[in-house]
């Protein structure tokens, strides 16, 4: 039975039903009011969370327990056992290794996520298959996400004007703590939706898979960044302050196979972005200030190619190379300047959307 979640004000007052009258200590109640609201109206997250916090009068206790609710961390035994597990084993249920591939992907995202973007993720990655077309990538991926919404590990977003679902910040919070503690599999970097302005400090494993620093203000990248030589998926995305990116910051994921640079301020791409010979999907989305891309001659395998808001002068030399690519989406000022035998060089194209900027 698919439970809705609870508004503000009811989320609230069944939280100081489960805590008692301490929840409403002055210098209690604005931790008590940042906890509920990060059970994000989840009945069974404010009880069993709202219990566990039952007569503790010390705010360092409030604290650590807000503290690792924000880092998705279960706090204690009660929210481990009754919430997290409980969660998990929706999680562990399914059969098939691939939905629990795409749910913990999911993680990866602070709130919405374009449909579209998430297939193509899946399918760089392989989850969705190495071999076969797009069409029918795409059928088994919109299959997948059915089923992680009937199982309720996923939801559809009627917010957003684009197809998009979302995780509810308590289950994201469980795939984030199952993530990391199943091994080297699935290696994750949640550093997303954070207010970062800079990630030089960040320490990474040489084992991390995948990198979010999705939804920040990150305005730079380091010049020396720790060598990722297993990472398959960086996301760069909405991190509007950034503008530039050093000519050897791809150099250290050698074999990436999903970039996504979409809606930042980037004027000019590195001639670098060349050298990442395992690309599968490259999304450049809302580049508004990028006219050009660089020489793209060595992206061989590259099978998604999204520049959509993105207005670009002209296509990018070496672009005849790109024989596996299976989805164009483009805005080009000037259609004329396109021989008419231009496509035939690319029989592999799918989904092709090439409209005037």
Known sequence: MRVTTMKKDESWQLFV????????????QPLAKEIARECGGLP??????????RGKTRVEVWKYALDSLRRSEPNNKNVKDKVYTVIKWSYDSSESRDIRSCFLYCSLYPASIKIDDLLH????????????TYEQ???????LIENLKDACLLEADKMEIVDCVKMHDVVRDVARWIASTIGDEHTFVFQDGIGLTEISRIKLLTSVKRISFISNEIECLPDCFPKCPDT???????????????????????????????ETSIRELASFINSLCQQRSLI?????????????????????????????????????????LRLLNMLVPDL???????????????????SHG
């Open 284 to 324: 450049l989305q809302s580049f508004f200030k990028l006219t050009e891309l660089p020489p793209v001659a060595n992206l061989h395998i590259l099978q998604v190619l999204d520049c959509e808001y993105t207005k670009l002068r002209c296509l990018p030399q070496g672009m005849e190379n790109l024989t596996n």
């Open 232 to 262: 398959k998926s960086l996301l760069l995305q909405d991190n509007e302050p950034l503008d530039k990116i050093p000519h050897k910051f791809f150099l250290v994921f050698p074999s990436l196979r999903v970039l996504n640079l979409s």
């Open 137 to 143: 990538a795409y059928n088994r991926g919109i299959t």
């Open 17 to 28: 039903k489960n805590v008692g009258d301490v929840a409403n200590l002055a210098y209690i």
């Open 336 to 354: 004329k300047s396109i021989g008419k035998g231009f496509f035939i060089k690319f029989p592999s194209i799918e989904m092709l959307n090439m």
């Open 44 to 53: 069974l997250g404010i009880t069993v969370i709202g219990t566990s916090m």
């Open 121 to 132: 993720y899946w399918w760089a990655e392989g989850i969705l298959g190495e071999h076969d």
